[in-house]
């Protein structure tokens, strides 16, 4: 029993740890230091970016939680999902279009794109299946570093198996869903990153 309560916690502590926000906000900074081409450039990306496509989400979900529209920040109910993920893909899409009409790095372009679509596919699977967000949250940072940077992320790869297992364990997700979750980011990635000519 100890040891599975401590499988628990630590199944908890990987959820919480890398969830799909906190995610996107160290692909963000990591991209936008490789490809800025100041300091100050990297200052107000890096700003921009987490301040989009993570504080915003946050907000809103927390407003959510507050005024009872959902019942958890696991958003463990598939049917309250819609709601945040509504706002997210808005979220995604108005950064994606600012940033392509900035001419931000096309690195940077690309991923906002990535997250907007991604967002999108999955909050419409979302309607039938609980399709895993912290599969996707995971797998689909490492898929833009190995396309990006080639072997550079490989000593940190494990963190994606184990994510996925600490959803499974937590039975937030069946084995499918977080299968699904990793192979939409990855697909995501590799689609919009050739339509940018990146790969």
């Given at each position: 029993?100890?040891?599975?309560?401590?499988?628990?916690?630590?199944?908890?502590?990987?959820?919480?740890?890398?969830?799909?926000?906190?995610?996107?906000?160290?692909?963000?900074?990591?991209?936008?230091?490789?490809?800025?081409?100041?300091?100050?450039?990297?200052?107000?990306?890096?700003?921009?970016?987490?301040?989009?496509?993570?504080?915003?989400?946050?907000?809103?979900?927390?407003?959510?939680?507050?005024?009872?529209?959902?019942?958890?920040?696991?958003?463990?109910?598939?049917?309250?999902?819609?709601?945040?993920?509504?706002?997210?893909?808005?979220?995604?899409?108005?950064?994606?279009?600012?940033?392509?009409?900035?001419?931000?790095?096309?690195?940077?372009?690309?991923?906002?794109?990535?997250?907007?679509?991604?967002?999108?596919?999955?909050?419409?699977?979302?309607?039938?299946?609980?399709?895993?967000?912290?599969?996707?949250?995971?797998?689909?940072?490492?898929?833009?570093?190995?396309?990006?940077?080639?072997?550079?992320?490989?000593?940190?790869?494990?963190?994606?198996?184990?994510?996925?297992?600490?959803?499974?364990?937590?039975?937030?997700?069946?084995?499918?869903q977080v299968v699904?979750?990793?192979?939409?980011?990855?697909?995501s990635t590799l689609?919009?990153?050739?339509?940018?000519?990146?790969?």
């Open positions: 029993m100890r040891g599975h309560r401590a499988a628990v916690e630590f199944a908890k502590a990987l959820s919480t740890i890398f969830n799909p926000f906190i995610c996107a906000s160290a692909l963000f900074i990591i991209v936008s230091h490789a490809f800025s081409t100041s300091t100050k450039e990297f200052w107000v990306l890096s700003a921009v970016s987490v301040t989009l496509f993570t504080v915003a989400p946050l907000l809103c979900l927390l407003l959510l939680y507050v005024t009872g529209r959902i019942s958890d920040f696991d958003m463990s109910d598939r049917f309250e999902r819609e709601k945040i993920f509504l706002v997210i893909v808005v979220i995604d899409l108005l950064t994606a279009i600012a940033f392509t009409v900035a001419k931000v790095p096309v690195q940077i372009v690309a991923i906002a794109w990535g997250y907007w679509a991604t967002a999108l596919v999955i909050m419409i699977i979302t309607r039938y299946w609980k399709i895993s967000t912290h599969a996707f949250g995971i797998a689909g940072p490492f898929a833009v570093m190995f396309v990006l940077f080639k072997l550079q992320p490989l000593p940190y790869v494990p963190l994606v198996p184990l994510v996925c297992w600490a959803r499974v364990y937590l039975r937030a997700h069946t084995l499918a699904a979750g990793a192979l939409v980011a990855v697909a689609v919009f990153f050739r339509l940018f000519h990146l790969i």
